[in-house]
């Protein structure tokens, strides 16, 4: 193998600043490969689709998945020459956006035309990347593109992040349905940004100029796929003077280490994507000005996230049915994908304010803990130092990685979670602070309470389940990142005046989602003691649970006195049983014990649609929901049978 692609500065730093091991920087020159191997030969010369990309006449990239199969065109195809030679002919759309770019001349008469590619099977998640220039091109009227390409870079790339599919060749009728291929891009339209949430695949193109007193470095472009759970990547728009902007948000998953995409985009930004719909047909190019963002700036954008790429789109080409391919199977999402992260203005929109962190760095300590169920127990923190708990209902993130090994590892057959994993986990706070009558506010407080399920397969959850008594023993602290809220029947009043309640709600939960209920009712019933005659509500709760996930409705019972006078609390409970009927028929008899029978009603079934159109003045309640996607997904279809309007459904999600 001929040593040919030296790491330039971009790459360099941003292998230091995200602590690539030297011996791994030192070997990247011999992984890339000047010949092109023989089983990739033979791998690109069966693909029926390849990625590439190259740059128009201002240097700018665009991408394209090219079509390399047709049933009525045995011409199309791709051939390897001898190793370093592949001839393309492909079918694109009339308005493809790469195919634009061939027949613009290069910046300069006389430079070479750059191009990048990646092959990739969908079928089996094999990747491999291929660089170099392009000798001969030619377009027609109808989109028929042929390429002659001499390569000089050849990688093999993981399977991570691919989404598994099976593809069949068709042929569509192509429309174009935004065209600012020659102009500046603002806003996108609403299929466009459509086509960007549907996403799984996306295909990143970025180049990198070489200076001349840079030895061993050289001019190239790179193509590398980018994947993960529809909507990984983020939208956002920004206005000045009138004139839109319009960004997209990347953040960077668990890779190889070698950063050579984002390592371009350091020395410069110009960048090319390319989203393909396999379900419609659609393709949305783009290109634009790309930034990375680390660290503080990348979490100060996208919570949970230390390495996000930022990019402004000034250009972008979608056709409607342009990609000549149709699904033939159901698509399968990697199991490498992490969660999608949202965008920090996301999570304020949806109520979600953003984490109040401390000036100083706070840490939590368990203390006790109390079992509620089999499988749910609530864990007792105290806080290194006091904070202003957010309004009952708000949550806390908490980071383990202090306590548990966070090394790099590039595959985990075993756990694929574990390649991206942070350690850090935001629970509901179950407990309410203490509310003073004096100041009619709830006072800072030093322990806060979360009340977690042991999720199978569950990473934390079980940490904390099967380690509580190690971690109470050995005082072992936890860093605590700090409080949110969003999700509340509270309201502030002004200065000096308690917190105001909703007079008349409706709250659904299933299993755990019950824990901000946990921490309302509390602030509830400590506001309505303080203040007797100023706090006056009526709430139905309606709560579905499994087996013993009920007996957490003792959390609601009364020990110390009756309801306040304006205080009218009835409970709805909806049990089904799967393995315990022991265990579920003594939940119930305790819960029986608890509450009394004008307050509880329990069924032994599954919450129906008639639960929530039996609720007394639903159309003048509030509804708050919290639990599993499935219960609160049918609990929403419910209500809108219902009649319920939608500006009185608060759902609280999962998503931080």
Known sequence: MTQIHRSHKGELLLQERRNTPKELRAAIPQTIDRHMPQQHAEFFAGLPYLPLATLDGRGRPWVSLLVTISDDTPSIGITISDGNTTDVIAQANPFDAFARALQQAPISGGEKRLFAGVGIDFANRRRNKIAGEISCASVDAEGKIQLQLLSDQHLGNCPKYITVRSLAPTRRKAEVALDSFDSITSALPEAAKAVIDRASTVFLATKHIAKDDVAGTQTDMGLNHRGGAPGFVRIYEETANDEVSTYLVLPDHSGNRFYQSLGNIETDPQVGLVFPDFATGDVFYVTGEAENLLDDEAEALMPRVSLATRIKVTGAVLVKEGLDLTLASEE?????????????????????????????????????????????????????????????????????????????????????????????????????????????????????????????????????????????????????????????????????????????????????????????????????????????????????????????????????????????????????????????????????????????????????????????????????????????????????????????????????
């Open 332 to 656: 399968q999402l990697s199991p490498y994908n992490p969660p999608v992260r949202l965008l920090r203005k996301e999570l304020e929109q949806m109520g979600h304010a953003p984490l109040a962190e401390a000036k100083e760095a706070l840490f939590a300590t368990l203390v006790s803990t109390q079992t509620l169920s089999d499988s749910i127990k609530t864990f007792n923190f105290r806080l290194s130092s006091p904070i202003a708990a957010p309004l009952p209902g708000g949550f806390g993130a908490f980071d383990f990685s202090g306590l548990l090994e966070r090394g790099y590892s590039h595959m985990n057959e075993a756990n694929p979670q574990l390649v991206n994993e942070d350690f850090v986990r935001t629970w509901t706070l179950s407990s309410a602070p203490q509310f003073d009558r004096n100041t009619n506010d709830f006072r800072a407080t030093d322990h806060v309470s979360v009340t977690v399920k042991r999720k199978p397969g569950g990473l934390l959850s079980n940490v904390l389940h099967d380690n509580a008594h190690t971690l109470i023993a050995n005082t072992l602290p936890v860093a605590f990142k700090g409080t949110g809220a969003g999700f509340t029947c509270f309201a502030k009043g002004p200065s000096g005046t308690p917190a105001t309640v909703l007079p008349k709600m409706l709250w659904i939960a299933g299993g755990v989602g019950i824990t901000p209920f946990m921490s309302m009712w509390d602030g509830i019933l400590q506001v309505a003691k303080a203040h007797p005659d100023l706090v006056s509500t009526d709430i139905v709760l309606l709560f579905a649970g499994r087996d013993d996930d009920i007996s957490v409705l003792k959390h609601f019972g009364l020990p110390h006195g009756a309801l306040p006078g304006h205080v009218k609390f009835r409970i709805a409970a909806f049990q089904s049983t799967s393995t315990s009927p022991f265990a579920a028929r003594s939940a119930r008899t305790g819960l029986r014990e608890t509450l009394s029978d004008n307050v509880l009603r329990l069924e032994e079934r599954r919450m129906e649609s008639d639960d929530i159109q039996s609720v007394a003045d639903l159309y003048e309640r509030e509804v708050f929901m919290c639990g599993p996607d499935a219960l609160i997904n049918r609990s929403e279809t419910m209500l809108t049978e219902s009649g319920v309007e939608g500006s009185r459904r608060h759902r609280e999600t999962f998503v931080f």
